[in-house]
């Protein structure tokens, strides 16, 4: 792989949907939280999978809010992007939204980031592409990116020096 060439931001867009069965809830009947969380692991890597042209472990997810119930029969769409790159790490934006399809409304009901890294045949980092910052969306959504990544590791060093 040559890392040389840079990748548009668009290049790592993947969009999943699922409907809400039975077998997805919790007792109460709403989505059950660790399914979700699932779904949106699994759409993540795939983006940065797409981004990186390689295999990926999930390193961290940033905190997540459940605001919403999703009932079964919602449909969930989940849309993943890479908004930033270090060197080895890809964080990614995943919005999930809950569709009524019967009545044809639909809500965010989450936005997460998570932070993946690619890995070698040997399970070690390698370099990922940079990213083509085109829009004024791109660059923000990098900006953004950058940040919470020199926030984490703050928060790293931090909490393993006391
Ligand atoms: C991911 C892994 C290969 C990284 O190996 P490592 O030797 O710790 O590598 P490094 O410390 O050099 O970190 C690699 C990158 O991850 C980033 N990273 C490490 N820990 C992180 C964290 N908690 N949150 C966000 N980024 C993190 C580093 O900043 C670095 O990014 P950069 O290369 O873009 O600067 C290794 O930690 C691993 O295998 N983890 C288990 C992954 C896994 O099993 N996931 C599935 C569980 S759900």
């Excluded at 997540?64 to 969930?76: A, E, Q, T």
Aim: with cysteine; aromatic share 6%; proline share 4%.
């Amino acid at each position: 792989l040559s890392t040389n060439k840079n990748i548009d931001c668009n290049e790592s867009i993947v969009e999943t949907r699922y409907l809400v069965m039975p077998h997805h809830t919790n007792h109460l009947g709403s989505l059950f939280g660790g399914q979700l969380l699932s779904w949106i692991d699994m759409t993540g890597a795939m983006s940065a999978q797409k981004h990186s042209k390689n295999e990926v472990v999930t390193v961290s997810m940033d905190s997540i809010s459940f605001r919403n119930p999703i009932n079964i029969g919602d449909h969930v769409v989940i849309k993943a992007r890479v908004g930033y790159v270090g060197n080895t790490s890809m964080e990614v934006e995943i919005i999930v939204i809950k569709e009524n399809p019967l009545n044809n409304t639909n809500i965010e009901a989450t936005k997460a980031y998570m932070t993946f890294v690619a890995i070698d045949h040997n399970k070690k980092p390698v370099l990922v592409p940079k990213l083509n910052l085109i829009t004024p969306e791109d660059h923000n959504r990098f900006k953004n990116g950058m940040l919470r990544a020199e926030f984490r590791k703050k928060l790293d060093k931090a909490v393993h020096q006391s």
